[in-house]
């Protein structure tokens, strides 16, 4: 069983950055596709950045291309989300999700099956 624990997250002034973690454990494939989401008070969850930990390849909604990074260090299985330039529209609960086998897109929260409990990230104006 797969368990995804998210940390790094607070609040921080506008313009400023935050670093997320996701450490995975219990893996039973050789590699996943690992995503980022959040859900602000009453919207959906949202995909905000993926990456295949097996090819590396990344994927980032609209809103944070240029501004947030996905990475992965393979020897500790943790996976990242750099995130600079925050805005107040940032502000939402992120999670951390995982899945050996994605069939539709990356970003949908539908795809992924194993998911973290969640870290607030608040972006004050």
């Known amino acids: 069983q797969v368990q995804l624990v998210e940390s790094g997250g607070g609040s921080v002034q506008a313009g400023g950055s935050l670093r997320l973690s996701c450490a995975a454990s219990?893996?039973?494939?050789?590699?996943?596709?690992m995503g980022w989401f959040r859900q602000a008070p009453g919207k959906e969850r949202e995909g905000v950045a993926a990456i295949y930990t097996g090819g590396g390849s990344t994927y980032y909604a609209d809103s944070v291309k240029g501004r947030f990074t996905i990475s992965q260090d393979n020897a500790k299985n943790t996976l990242y989300l750099q995130m600079n330039s925050l805005k107040p529209e940032d502000t939402a609960m992120y999670y951390c999700?995982?899945?050996?086998?994605?069939?539709?897109?990356?970003?949908?929260?539908?795809?992924?099956?194993?998911w973290g409990q969640g870290t607030q990230v608040t972006v004050s104006s």
């Open positions: 999700a995982a899945d050996p086998l994605i069939e539709g897109w990356v970003l949908s929260r539908y795809e992924y099956n194993y």
């Open positions: 219990g893996y039973t494939y050789s590699s996943y596709c």
